[in-house]
């Protein structure tokens, strides 16, 4: 079945630092979804990629859609205190939605 | 507007037993999806509802049913509870393919 990798599964970085956590699908997706969970919470929607090759900002956050949409990206640039919590993406494929197992940032002000 | 709802918040079972938890999305979406979430982990799929009928479902045992009422509020039941069942399970309803989270019920199994 469809299985969705993010790298890296922890990342800890000094507040003003980037940050950029990976997301790989083993199926060409139809569009990919971004989310944020912080500790005891519940997935927030961010955004969601459709096109091939699409890039995406808000504020500090860059998403970018690979060109085979097979993968995606998250960057945030310098990162804050308020922005610690764990990032999921997840692939749509045929009706379905498969979250990668997320990237939980830290930061250290 | 209320987003999406659930209930109850958390809850205690025995193995064997049996669970209903409930969700009601938020207003104007007809299209209701649950999720497991295990500690440490994103959340698994485990199907999905629109128009009262099973649309899409994950790999989940038929130990896991669900149903969608005519308000588009939605039931997930668990049938003979295991000790791999502890999770929060999440409810997310959609409408144009945007999902809002309800705040999940922590089930235990002991």
């Known amino acids: 079945g469809q299985q969705v990798m993010q790298i890296p599964q922890y990342q800890h970085v000094q507040e003003g630092e980037d940050f950029t956590t990976y997301c790989n699908s083993s199926?060409?997706?139809?569009?990919i979804q971004w989310y944020k969970q912080r500790p005891g919470g519940h997935p927030v929607f961010l955004i969601q990629?459709?096109?091939?090759?699409e890039v995406k900002k808000q504020k500090r956050l860059t998403f970018q859609f690979g060109e085979a949409k097979k993968n995606s990206s998250l960057h945030i640039t310098a990162t804050q205190t308020t922005d610690v919590g764990t990032y999921f993406c997840?692939?749509?494929?045929?009706?379905?939605?498969?979250f990668g197992d997320g990237t939980t940032l830290t930061v250290k002000p | 507007d209320a987003g999406v709802t659930q209930s109850p918040t958390h809850l205690i079972k025995t193995r064997g037993q049996q669970v209903t938890l409930r969700c009601s999305p938020k207003?104007?979406?007809?299209?209701v999806s649950w999720y497991q979430q295990a500690l440490g982990q994103g959340p698994q799929f485990i199907f999905q509802?629109?128009?009262?009928?099973?649309?899409q479902r994950g790999n989940f045992p038929d130990r896991f049913s669900g149903h969608q009422f005519p308000n588009y509020s939605s039931e997930l039941n668990v049938n003979a509870l295991l000790l791999g069942d502890s999770a929060l399970y999440l409810c997310?309803?959609?409408?144009?393919?945007?999902?809002?989270f309800g705040p999940g019920t922590r089930l235990t199994v002991t």
């Open positions: 997310a309803s959609s409408a144009q393919g945007e999902q809002y």
């Open positions: 990629l459709v096109k091939s090759g």
């Open positions: 207003s104007g979406h007809d299209t």
């Open positions: 509802y629109y128009e009262e009928e099973e649309r």
């Open positions: 997840a692939g749509q494929y045929a009706g379905k939605s498969t």
């Open positions: 199926t060409t997706l139809s569009n």
